[in-house]
């Protein structure tokens, strides 16, 4: 299995992991971490093919190879998939259960104006309070504790993960009342400036609309089953 990302530092990393069957188990390792300039299907391959010639591990033993829906990946006659299928044909390709659910969600959410804006509504409330220390303490020290004794706070929303989408709108619909409350006291604090008491307002306007509230429980089911689901196939 292999994916890409940029590390702090902008540089594009990418993660090798191998699955692996012994007699009693089954092991799943990361086995590198390698900066990448190119991402074709074939430099990705060439990666893939000197680590296996370190490791001294023959290709022709792979049973199975796991990537996301990318063309880079995934291509026919040019994706990783393909180079690998060339060199072992018993190496079946299967995309990535979690990367095609969260593909779902994506298009579920782009396909519904209402959807796209309750969505951007839930990372300016995150902007917002995330955007000043102060800020974030006022809404922390009015948050409540889940059932395991750690608060739910707004996470900001990522479109590669979306068990941030699902950590958020649970944070929102757990603490509704009590977000309302941190809003309206910043909005009404005459030590804050202008732009703050401004943005709480028109945050807590648009909170307490039904629209919102009913968008809130809506999604925080549907992004509850989606997370679990994914966590159940990885």
């Known amino acids: 299995m292999m994916d890409s990302t940029p590390d702090q530092s902008k540089v594009?990393?990418?993660?090798?992991?191998?699955?692996?069957?012994?007699?009693?188990?089954?092991?799943?390792?990361?086995?590198?971490?390698?900066?990448?300039?190119?991402?074709?299907?074939?430099?990705?391959?060439?990666?893939?093919?000197?680590?296996?010639?370190?490791?001294?591990?023959?290709?022709?033993?792979?049973?199975?190879?796991?990537?996301?829906?990318?063309?880079?990946?995934?291509?026919?006659?040019?994706?990783?998939?393909?180079?690998?299928?060339?060199?072992?044909?018993?190496?079946?390709?299967?995309?990535?259960?979690?990367?095609?659910?969260?593909?779902?969600?994506?298009?579920?959410?782009?396909?519904?104006?209402?959807a796209v804006s309750f969505f951007g509504f839930l990372q300016c409330i995150f902007n917002f309070f995330s955007g000043s220390t102060h800020r974030w303490d006022i809404l922390t020290n009015t948050l409540d504790k889940n059932v395991k004794g750690r608060l739910l706070v707004l996470k900001s929303l990522s479109q590669t993960r979306w068990s941030c989408h699902s950590d958020s709108c649970q944070a929102l619909t757990h603490n509704y009342i009590k977000i309302i409350k941190a809003l309206k006291?910043?909005?009404?604090?005459?030590?804050?400036?202008?732009?703050?008491?401004?943005?709480?307002?028109?945050?807590?306007?648009?909170?307490?609309?039904?629209?919102?509230?009913?968008l809130s429980f809506l999604w925080n089911d549907i992004l509850n089953r989606s997370n679990k689901t994914v966590l159940v196939t990885r």
Request: with cysteine; hydrophobic share 35%; charged share 25%.
């Open 12 to 114: 594009d990393q990418m993660a090798l992991v191998i699955r692996y069957c012994t007699s009693s188990s089954v092991h799943e390792r990361l086995v590198q971490l390698s900066p990448i300039k190119s991402h074709t299907g074939e430099s990705i391959f060439v990666l893939l093919e000197e680590f296996l010639e370190k490791a001294e591990l023959n290709i022709v033993n792979c049973r199975g190879q796991s990537y996301d829906n990318a063309s880079n990946m995934s291509g026919k006659y040019k994706g990783l998939q393909a180079h690998v299928k060339n060199k072992c044909d018993l190496a079946v390709y299967i995309p990535c259960t979690a990367h095609s659910l969260n593909l779902v969600g994506v298009h579920s959410v782009d396909c519904c104006i209402e």
């Open 185 to 214: 006291c910043i909005s009404e604090n005459n030590s804050k400036n202008g732009d703050s008491k401004r943005d709480a307002k028109m945050l807590l306007k648009q909170i307490k609309k039904k629209e919102t509230a009913y």
